[in-house]
């Protein structure tokens, strides 16, 4: 629902997004092997790497040889993204880190204080390794069959050809109060477009964001198109991803494991607990007594780029053309209740026509 895009708004305005052409040296031309050894050493123009959106220059051969052997290790961490922020927040390869043998860079000045002051905060520990039992295998692929039984049926919900909702909120900015509409807009299998509008001091805005297996890219207002870093695509994927309907679509795709993991009791409300890896997305569901998504928990950054627990509970489910649907979802980041990441669905319709084009980014120009 709602909170698994809307962090996608809140982070998108952190820091440069937009995919970067390998044209300029990282980390100032030093040395990248040398630089994790605590050593800043220009490197020669002569002696290259290009990564990515990257290119690295090396002293030495010896140290061009052994970035080459094992590039990930001496590379620019996150594929670029800012390390406070990440999601789909750039860095600037010239404002630089190294942390614990890594380095790190930054979309601000601001980013690189917070994140030097308590990378702890900034950088998430790896999940726990999926239980390898058969029998809790089994029974976790019979609680999803429950989920989606639960929501209407495996014949409805694998019917779709889109699924489309809509919520507003008002935040408070500096400048006054903003009235903030979201529209989503998933068209089965593999497309999505999430289109924003806020209303701030009687002046409208817009933005959207598309992903598609071609590419991801920020719209702006006025007809300008942003590709983001590809290092991106799993932080999106995961974010709409999460959304029941996808999440219990995606159940046949390759790689979705479901495991039983045990009971558990949200606000009173015994659940079923059910963990779902698939891709980069790795979510505990809990499930009422009905087999109704209860809650949803997984671990991801918050507004200010720290990574928590966000636990997000559905409720006020309503029938929507054979469908039960959730249209309430409130949100707690590490225990705490975060208003700003809560909302009311207003709208939702499914199977409706949707324009080819709107997955396809352009200029005004057509480019």
Same mark, same amino acid.
């Given at each position: 629902?709602?909170?698994?895009?809307?962090?996608?708004?809140?982070?998108?305005?952190?820091?440069?997004?937009?995919?970067?052409?390998?044209?300029?040296?990282?980390?100032?031309?030093?040395?990248? /092997?040398?630089?994790?050894?605590?050593?800043?050493?220009?490197?020669?123009?002569?002696?290259? /790497? &290009?990564?990515?959106?990257?290119?690295?220059?090396?002293?030495? @051969?010896?140290?061009?040889?052994?970035?080459?052997?094992?590039?990930?290790?001496?590379?620019?961490?996150?594929?670029?993204?800012?390390?406070?922020?990440?999601?789909?927040?750039?860095?600037?390869?010239?404002?630089?880190?190294?942390?614990?043998?890594?380095?790190?860079?930054?979309?601000?000045?601001?980013?690189?204080?917070?994140?030097?002051?308590?990378?702890?905060?900034?950088?998430?520990?790896?999940?726990?390794?999926?239980?390898?039992?058969?029998?809790?295998? &089994?029974?976790?692929?019979?609680?999803?069959?429950?989920?989606? @039984?639960?929501?209407?049926?495996?014949?409805?919900?694998?019917?779709?050809?889109?699924?489309?909702?809509?919520?507003?909120?008002?935040?408070?900015?500096?400048?006054?109060?903003?009235?903030?509409?979201?529209?989503?807009?998933?068209?089965?299998?593999?497309?999505?477009?999430?289109?924003?509008?806020?209303?701030?001091?009687?002046? @409208?805005?817009?933005?959207? @964001? /598309?992903?598609?297996?071609?590419?991801?890219?920020?719209?702006?207002?006025?007809?300008?198109?942003?590709?983001?870093?590809?290092?991106?695509?799993?932080?999106?994927?995961?974010?709409?991803?999460?959304?029941?309907?996808?999440?219990?679509?995606?159940?046949?795709?390759?790689?979705?494991?479901?495991?039983? !993991?045990?009971?558990?009791?949200?606000?009173?409300?015994?659940?079923?607990?059910?963990?779902?890896?698939?891709?980069?997305?790795?979510?505990?569901?809990?499930?009422?007594?009905?087999?109704?998504?209860?809650?949803?928990?997984?671990?991801?950054?918050?507004?200010?780029?720290?990574?928590?627990?966000i636990t997000v509970r559905y409720s006020d489910y309503r029938a929507v053309e054979g469908l039960h649907l959730?249209?309430?979802?409130?949100?707690?980041?590490?225990?705490?209740?975060?208003?700003?990441?809560?909302?009311?669905?207003?709208? !939702?319709?499914?199977?409706?026509?949707?324009?080819?084009?709107?997955?396809?980014?352009?200029?005004?120009?057509?480019?």
């Open positions: 629902m709602p909170v698994l895009l809307s962090a996608v708004i809140l982070l998108l305005s952190s820091g440069p997004f937009a995919a970067q052409q390998p044209k300029d040296d990282a980390l100032d031309g030093l040395d990248p /092997v040398l630089l994790v050894g605590g050593k800043e050493v220009p490197g020669k123009s002569s002696l290259s /790497v &290009t990564r990515g959106d990257f290119v690295y220059l090396f002293s030495t @051969t010896d140290t061009k040889a052994i970035f080459e052997r094992d590039p990930a290790r001496y590379e620019i961490q996150f594929g670029g993204l800012c390390a406070k922020m990440g999601k789909t927040a750039g860095g600037n390869p010239s404002d630089f880190i190294v942390h614990d043998g890594k380095i790190y860079i930054f979309g601000s000045d601001d980013c690189h204080k917070k994140f030097q002051a308590a990378p702890s905060k900034y950088l998430d520990t790896p999940a726990a390794p999926l239980p390898a039992s058969s029998t809790a295998a &089994t029974s976790g692929r019979q609680l999803i069959d429950r989920a989606v @039984t639960a929501m209407g049926g495996a014949r409805r919900l694998d019917a779709l050809t889109s699924y489309v909702e809509s919520f507003s909120r008002v935040q408070a900015r500096p400048q006054g109060e903003a009235t903030i509409t979201t529209k989503t807009m998933w068209s089965f299998p593999d497309r999505v477009r999430q289109e924003r509008t806020m209303v701030l001091q009687g002046k @409208t805005m817009t933005s959207a @964001t /598309v992903l598609t297996p071609a590419g991801m890219w920020f719209l702006g207002g006025q007809g300008q198109v942003f590709p983001m870093r590809p290092a991106s695509r799993p932080s999106l994927e995961q974010d709409f991803g999460r959304h029941p309907v996808t999440l219990l679509r995606a159940r046949q795709s390759p790689g979705f494991k479901a495991v039983a !993991i045990g009971t558990n009791t949200i606000d009173g409300v015994p659940l079923e607990s059910v963990r779902v890896v698939s891709g980069a997305m790795d979510v505990t569901l809990g499930l009422d007594a009905s087999g109704r998504i209860y809650s949803a928990t997984y671990r991801d950054r918050n507004a200010e780029g720290e990574f928590g627990t959730p249209f309430t979802t409130s949100v707690t980041f590490n225990g705490q209740p975060d208003p700003s990441l809560s909302a009311t669905i207003e709208s !939702i319709s499914l199977n409706s026509p949707l324009d080819a084009s709107l997955f396809v980014p352009k200029t005004r120009e057509g480019r």
